[in-house]
């Protein structure tokens, strides 16, 4: 085996194939709390000219209507994810009345736990998914269904593990759909090891003001990350799910889904999931039959030090982290790591902030120094060398942690003060933005922005490219120049409307 990886990196440092290692596509799903800016919940009904929630894929609500769900499509590269996401957020703000804000954190404000979260329970307006809703709710509690958090979506380039297939793997594995499962697999396997050291340098979720009894009155706070922890976004104990082969992992999870245990895939609160676009959501084996091809990321908290919630450091220190798992074989003793790694993450999660043990020190700058072999070994772009550098900082220093920086912002026991005064900012600056879509003012035209902000809002979707924008509804599908002036005298949502009349059904209210 240790002459098949050999060849493997001497085969990824080939110029085409190095290229598409550095290819890989990602999608973000936030979810962020509508807030009033007392840090009340907002009790104001969803955006009037976004209520297409049973179609559109980008903007929606989550367990609560007070509850953003953000969606970006997937594209090549974490710097054109997050811009992905700026988009949406500026989209949002500029649908929230002058006393409504975003919420920067994963959890709640003081306020909304003291006061909301009654109200909180039945304000829900999707009744296409109320059965879900109810159940979640009663199942595991109103406080741990509100927890705003970033999922990350992950996919590797297909001709890549086209090529790797063809030319490593076709004598281990049958095809190429099944070696395509296992590999992705395996790379839900390293990140499940490494989980902890995902919560020690982004962790952010350190205080929740009078908790609900969801959480155990013993828990001393602050702490490093509630959300990361066993008492938060989890299964329950006697229902978690093995990560210890595919096999195992399908049996288990199909299982629990057949009998009832899980009401569908979307009931497994792993920190990684077998994603496959458009999946049945029930029948897991029939997506391995077609072929896994994304992984859904779903440990991070919301990031407050970042505009979005997440950055571009930090997942390319994810991405990193899973192109090495192609080169590096699974440690010998699996099950023994796989079972110490889910306690050595809750152990981390609930640190206090700025507390670092020596075996964690030393776990990650050992697997800093391997990530720093790979970038050097395949030359890999600029941004990924950062991005160990803001990794290696934090662990030399675990007050440079986003955790260890909010322990510093706690007043009164919460996070009311800095959570509000980043809200505020981010509403100030926002809607003082010179540009229809800020975050692509420099590639497109205004009247572009305008028409991809049109569309957003619509559910009609959109691809972004170099110097061309495209969207469509079903077959349907147009395309423009980036910097093209187009004719928006009755507005850029008009426009839209009568390009795509499929669209005008998006009007409809659901509510």
Request: hydrophobic content about 40%; glycine content about 4%; overall charge negative.
């Amino acid at each position: 085996m240790a002459d098949k990886y050999d060849q493997i990196k001497s085969a990824l440092k080939e110029p085409a194939l190095n290229a598409k290692m550095f290819s890989c596509r990602f999608g973000l799903e936030a979810k962020k709390h509508r807030v009033l800016t007392n840090g009340r919940a907002s009790r104001y009904p969803y955006p009037a000219n976004l209520r297409t929630r049973q179609y559109n894929i980008y903007l929606n609500s989550g367990f609560t209507d007070d509850m953003i769900d953000f969606e970006t499509p997937p594209v090549v590269g974490s710097k054109r994810a997050v811009i992905h996401l700026k988009m949406l957020e500026q989209i949002m703000i500029a649908h929230l009345h002058s006393d409504e804000r975003l919420w920067p954190l994963s959890m709640a404000p003081a306020p909304l736990y003291q006061n909301d979260l009654d109200y909180l329970t039945t304000a829900f307006t999707r009744p296409w998914d109320q059965e879900n809703h109810d159940y979640l709710g009663k199942k595991y509690g109103i406080a741990k269904e509100i927890m705003g958090d970033v999922h990350v979506n992950f996919g590797l380039d297909d001709d890549l593990i086209a090529q790797l297939y063809q030319r490593f793997y076709q004598d281990e594995y049958p095809s190429a759909v099944d070696f395509r499962n296992h590999l992705y697999f395996k790379l839900a396997q390293t990140y499940y090891l490494y989980q902890w050291l995902f919560t020690y340098l982004f962790g952010a979720s350190p205080v929740t003001e009078d908790m609900p009894e969801s959480f155990p009155d013993n828990l001393e706070l602050p702490v490093r990350s509630i959300r990361a922890s066993e008492f938060g976004d989890d299964n329950i104990a006697s229902e978690l799910v093995t990560y210890n082969s595919l096999e195992e992992h399908v049996d288990q999870l199909q299982s629990f889904m057949d009998d009832g245990t899980f009401y569908s895939l979307k009931e497994f609160f792993g920190p990684v999931r077998l994603r496959r676009h458009n999946q049945d959501m029930r029948d897991l084996k029939d997506s391995l039959a077609k072929g896994i091809n994304y992984l859904e990321f779903r440990n991070f908290d919301l990031d407050p030090l970042s505009r979005t919630g997440i950055s571009d450091d930090t997942l390319n220190f994810l991405e990193l982290l899973l192109l090495d798992a192609l080169v590096s074989p699974l440690p010998d003793n699996l099950a023994e790591r796989l079972a110490a790694a889910r306690k050595l993450n809750n152990e981390v999660a609930l640190q206090k902030p700025k507390d670092e043990t020596d075996w964690m020190k030393d776990a990650a700058t050992a697997l800093i120094d391997e990530l720093q072999k790979f970038v050097e070994d395949f030359n890999a772009p600029r941004e990924y060398r950062l991005a160990l550098t803001f990794a290696k900082r934090r662990v030399e220093d675990p007050a440079l942690t986003i955790s260890g920086q909010l322990a510093d912002r706690i007043e009164n026991g919460n996070l009311l003060s800095f959570g509000l005064k980043i809200a505020n900012d981010r509403y100030t600056n926002n809607i003082s933005y010179q540009h229809p879509l800020q975050a692509i003012s420099k590639e497109c035209s205004d009247d572009v922005q305008q028409l991809l902000r049109a569309a957003i809002e619509l559910g009609v979707e959109f691809e972004l490219g170099t110097d061309q924008v495209t969207l469509h509804v079903g077959d349907h599908q147009e395309t423009y120049n980036a910097q093209a002036s187009l004719d928006l005298g009755k507005g850029a949502r008009e426009f839209v409307l009568k390009t795509f009349s499929e669209a005008v059904r998006f009007q409809e209210v659901q509510e």
